[in-house]
């Protein structure tokens, strides 16, 4: 037998970035709902008694920070195109893109001379927003959704009842659990390329300040990782001599999964960068290196009509950047 709950007036779903953005702006008689064992892309790696970032993630302006009361730096971005642009987006085109966007790491110099960075760590902020928003968390597989009777079914047969869903888990997953408002083919316009993301610290020769990123784009062939990007280490004081070297992959035509992170020092080797006195070295797979929509969806409409509201790059299942999210968070509580 089905076990009611108390109803909830806003469902939230993805522990994320963006739902405790959300959820930060007003707290009334909601909860949280993600599925155990899935992350936020700035969830990190435990090292030397803090956190270290899995992705590097940078911003282009410095006061969106500043909205949750953060601070940010100014850093110098120097990009270096190694070999060709165009064997570069061969890397990361995605099935069904005529033209490649870039990666964020192409977009920023085109743009942006400069960069910006918080002060704290990804993983710091993520954490912080997490244990500042006093919302209920509840870490569950959902089964189904209900539109039409607002009800969402978990694996083991508890039922939530709400009034409106915030989602910022893919998009294609929540529409996948909608039942009653046929969706069949919708994974069709759902493209994405899982990238492999290593992180290295390590002694190299070349200096890189405390206020800089190096970028290198790979765009050679003999080159399987498509970028490399270098940050002066400031973890700790072991460390402080160490840089953080970050190697993206982008994992497609069948590109070979395993020993990524072994062959990303040869890797590195090519590059000139000789790596030594390694203190970590660590690897993940990102599902949702780069996400695409391709074309408008003949279910756009529908969608509108759900009562649920889409935020965050997976949930609104766009490149949207760190300040574009917050943006677009704050105007959303604005209008209501
Ligand atoms: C390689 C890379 C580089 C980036 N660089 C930049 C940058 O330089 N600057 C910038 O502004 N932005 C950058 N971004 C984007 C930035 O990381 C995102 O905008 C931000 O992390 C998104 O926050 P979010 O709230 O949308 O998602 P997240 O905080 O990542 O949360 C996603 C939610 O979806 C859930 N979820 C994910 N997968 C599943 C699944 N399979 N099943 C169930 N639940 C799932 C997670 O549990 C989580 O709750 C980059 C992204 C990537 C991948």
């Not at 509840?138 to 607002?150: F, G, H, M, Q, W």
């Not at 990303?264 to 390694?278: A, D, P, T, W, Y």
């Amino acid at each position: 037998m089905l076990r009611k709950r108390r109803k909830i007036k806003t469902l939230i779903l993805g522990d994320s970035f963006s739902g405790n953005v959300y959820a930060a702006q007003d707290l009334s008689n909601s909860l949280f709902l993600s599925w155990p064992g899935s992350t936020s892309a700035l969830d990190g790696w435990g090292f030397a008694n803090a956190c270290i970032d899995r992705t590097p993630i940078f911003l282009e302006e410095p006061d969106c920070l500043r909205r949750l009361g953060l601070e940010s730096s100014e850093i110098d971005y120097e990009y270096v195109l190694i070999g060709e642009e165009a064997s570069l987006k061969d890397k990361f085109s995605l099935r069904g893109e005529e033209t490649p966007d870039y990666t964020w790491y192409d977009l920023f110099p085109r743009t942006y001379s400069k960069v910006y960075k918080p002060v704290l760590s990804w993983c710091q902020i993520i954490k912080l927003l997490r244990n500042s928003v006093e919302v209920p968390r509840l870490y569950a597989n959902v089964t189904s959704i209900d539109p039409k009777e607002k009800t969402v079914l978990l694996e083991g047969g508890a039922l939530i009842e709400y009034e409106e869903i915030v989602s910022s888990i893919p998009q294609d997953l929540l529409l996948s659990r909608l039942r009653g408002v046929g969706l069949e083919s919708i994974h069709e316009n759902y493209a994405y390329l899982p990238y492999n993301i290593s992180l290295i610290i390590g002694k190299i020769d070349q200096r890189i300040g405390e206020n800089e990123v190096v970028v290198y784009a790979l765009g050679r062939k003999r080159y399987v990782a498509s970028h490399a990007i270098l940050l002066k280490s400031v973890i700790d004081a072991v460390t402080k001599e160490h840089t953080l070297i970050y190697v993206l992959t982008p994992l497609r035509r069948g590109a070979d999964k395993t020993e990524i992170l072994v062959k990303n020092f040869s890797e590195l080797k090519n590059l000139g960068i000789k790596v030594r006195e390694v203190v970590f070295a660590r690897s993940y797979l990102e599902k949702y290196g780069r996400i695409l929509k391709l074309g408008r969806s003949p279910y756009d409409e529908l969608l509108g009509e759900l009562n649920i509201r889409f935020i965050g790059r997976y949930g609104s299942w766009e490149e949207l950047s760190i300040c574009n999210i917050i943006k677009k968070i704050l105007s959303m509580h604005k209008r209501l």
